[in-house]
């Protein structure tokens, strides 16, 4: 267990929808971080957050948003999902500078 | 452009059998390594890391990995390994402070 969860596990969705995933990073951690991982694009990295502050975007999708919140959890939006969008969600939590620890990820299905 | 390169995608070993995969990175500046390892359906989770000092490093499950700098590579390594290491192996790379950049993965199989 990293000390980073996320909710939910599973998702299943229609195209066109919009959905949110939920992280909280481990006790202490300012930096979360949101990863996408699909089969045919691995392991991308989306956003990152500092202390609710956005620091850097990766490849992350005009359609897709996130924020983290005072108590440092975040949140990553998804809407106008698209059958493309289904792959694992992953976040990460560190603290800043140092190894990142990931969650268990949320599987999202869009149908 | 940054990126990380693992050479190896599919791997199959007996158990016993010693274990290399290869990971080369291009970044500029100063870079941490990591390789993590994902077992069926779980998370991500941290094999070891690099970030300064003895090129040899050591983590957990009997796994070791050696930074090369002049090669830009950071290879892992185990002398023997067992069934329970079957899992995915991502190589990863950092500028401190910012996001992962990953490789595609090395997925291991060892069999009985």
Known sequence: ?111 | AQSVSQHNHHVILSEAASLELGCNYSYGGTVNLFWYVQYPGQHLQLLLKYFSGDPLVKGIKGFEAEFIKSKFSFNLRKPSVQWSDTAEYFCAVNAPGYALNFGKGTSLLVTP
């Not at chain 1, 596990?9 to 229609?14: F, P, Q, S």
């Not at chain 1, 005009?62 to 106008?80: G, M, T, V």
Request: hydrophobic fraction near 30%.
């Open chain 1, 1 to 111: 267990d990293s000390g980073v969860t996320q909710t939910p596990k599973h998702l299943i969705t229609a195209t066109g929808q919009r959905v949110t995933l939920r992280c909280s990073p481990r006790s202490g951690d300012l930096s979360v971080y949101w990863y996408q991982q699909s089969l045919d694009q691995g392991l991308q990295f989306l956003i990152h957050y500092y202390n609710g502050e956005e620091r850097a975007k990766g490849n992350i999708l005009e359609r897709f948003s996130a924020q983290q919140f005072p108590d440092l959890h975040s949140e990553l939006n998804l809407s106008s999902l698209e059958l493309g969008d289904s792959a694992l969600y992953f976040c990460a939590s560190s603290v800043h500078g140092s190894e990142q620890y990931f969650g268990p990820g949320t599987r999202l299905t869009v149908t």
